[in-house]
């Protein structure tokens, strides 16, 4: 015998299930007198600093079809590279943005959308740059665990092509499922990013 | 405050993502494996929530869209402790919950089971957890319901959870069931899980001591996030 680790295991996940809304965004599905405004619907304030930039992009399964139950949140640094979070020891990220967003799939089309701003550039582990990127975090029926997975920025090409991330991964052509190409949609710069759950173009998603 | 990357995640423990007894997930499972990232700032940082999010009954599902009355059901207390893998406290944990009626009914365009609605309860709730891990928050026992999986398929009594740990690599969605209820163990969804004692982690003891006379039975669920490492030898900078 050797002495025990004393480590206990994480709770298991389960699928968010259909209803997942109910919960995490009530005022979107109709429950509207419980909370004053759903979490994340809002990441920016007018004095937030940075390029305003909208994310847009469907969730798609297996056989092509858009999924409208799912629910997509992002993380992201400022338009410094800093996160609005007590575990950043860097300097102090920008007060009037949050960093976090939630959005459920338009119950119609399955559009999920972020208003949001560019983020700056946070250090890799050894201290050299990451390109600019927000993390996804994806929930829906038939989801079991949620999947996190990166955004690139499609017009950050240099900085892509230097991004330690990006180059580890073995399977060059999937490179391509985590940059987002950039357009501009009634004036505001908008990065379309489809994701896709399984088959060709199936997304690139992390064990983190 | 500060820490570490995560421990790694023991994808053995939670379910996989195929899994053909749940049905919608033989379509929405990644294929390809997933590709192993070293925590970042990116993942080791959180959205952090103050107690100022809250508003006054927003743990108690009972109040919290009553009308003209009380919510019909069991009232019951759900507690417990959100704790890391180090049994360490969670302070300052978002914890969203939502369920069915005490008829296995949901508020939800997309619901279509035949028991009705209750006027008075919507069905959603949340709190944040104190300084020592602990939270608490009040609501109507959930009914089980039929679910178009199997042709037969009864979703266990269950109430959802979303919680926010202090970095986003801990964000989980999970669910917690009733001890003693049967249907459990014939549920494909509880299934997906393949380790019974994982599952058994899922299911919350009725709590005598915690229930309040005349009033509500408490049930206690305690919640594990993943640890995390000490920034001791880690995260050196080039060079250092
Ligand atoms: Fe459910």
């Known amino acids: 015998m050797v002495q ?47 390029e305003r930039i909208r994310i847009v992009g469907r969730v798609f399964d297996g056989v ?38 939630r959005s459920a799939g338009d119950m119609a089309t399955g559009e999920f959308v972020f208003e949001t701003i560019k983020p700056g550039s946070v250090p890799f582990k050894d201290g050299r740059p990451q390109a600019p990127h927000v993390t996804l975090w994806i929930v829906a029926r038939g989801i079991n665990i949620g999947l996190h997975t990166r955004l690139y920025f499609g017009d950050e090409g240099a900085a892509n092509e230097a991004d330690p991330i990006l180059a580890r991964i073995e399977h060059r052509s999937r490179v391509a499922t985590l940059i987002a190409p950039k357009t501009v949609e009634g004036g505001i710069a908008t990065y379309r990013h489809d994701i896709f759950l399984q088959g060709e173009k199936e997304t690139i998603f992390f064990d983190i | 405050m500060s820490g570490g990357s995560f421990y790694q995640r023991d994808r053995r423990w939670h379910p996989p993502a195929y899994d053909p007894g749940y049905k919608t997930s033989v379509t929405r499972s990644p294929q390809k494996a997933l590709i192993a990232l070293d925590n970042t700032l990116s993942e080791m940082t959180g959205p952090v929530f103050g107690h100022d999010t809250l508003g006054p009954l927003d743990d108690d599902m009972i109040l919290n869209f009553a009308k003209d009355g009380e919510p019909i059901g069991q009232r019951i207390i759900v507690h417990g402790r959100v704790l890391d893998e180090d049994a360490r406290p969670v302070p300052g944990a978002l914890i969203e919950v939502w369920q069915a009626n005490a008829g296995g009914r949901y508020r939800h365009k997309k619901e279509s089971y035949l028991a009705p ?33 199997g042709p037969n398929d009864w979703r266990p009594a269950h109430i959802h959870f979303s919680i926010f740990g202090q970095g986003f690599a801990q964000r989980l969605i999970t669910q917690m069931y009733f001890e003693g209820d049967p249907l459990i163990w014939l549920c494909p969804i509880v299934s997906t899980i393949p380790d019974k004692a994982a599952i058994e982690r899922l299911i919350a003891p009725l709590d005598m001591a915690n229930t309040v006379p005349m009033d509500a039975r408490a049930y206690k669920f305690d919640i594990v996030l993943r640890g995390r490492r000490s920034t001791l030898f880690e995260n050196r900078m080039e060079g250092n």
């Not at chain 2, 020592?132 to 009914?143: E, H």
Request: glycine share 14%; charged share 20%; aromatic share 10%.
């Open chain 1, 64 to 101: 092509g079809t858009p999924l409208k139950d799912a629910l997509v949140e992002v993380w992201q640094a400022d338009a410094a590279g800093l996160y609005p979070s007590p575990q950043e020891t860097r300097g102090k990220a920008d007060p009037a943005f949050t960093g976090f967003g």
């Open chain 2, 117 to 149: 609605l209750d006027p008075n309860f919507g069905g959603c709730g949340r709190t944040i957890s104190g300084p020592d891990g602990s939270y608490r928050f009040r609501t109507i026992k959930p009914g089980p319901y039929p679910w178009p999986n």
């Open chain 1, 4 to 50: 025990s680790l004393d480590r206990l295991k994480e709770s298991p996940s389960q699928t968010a299930g259909p209803y997942v809304h109910i919960g995490c965004t009530p005022n979107y599905c109709g429950i509207e007198q419980v909370f004053p405004e759903d979490l994340g619907s809002r990441m920016l304030k007018e004095e937030t600093r940075g």
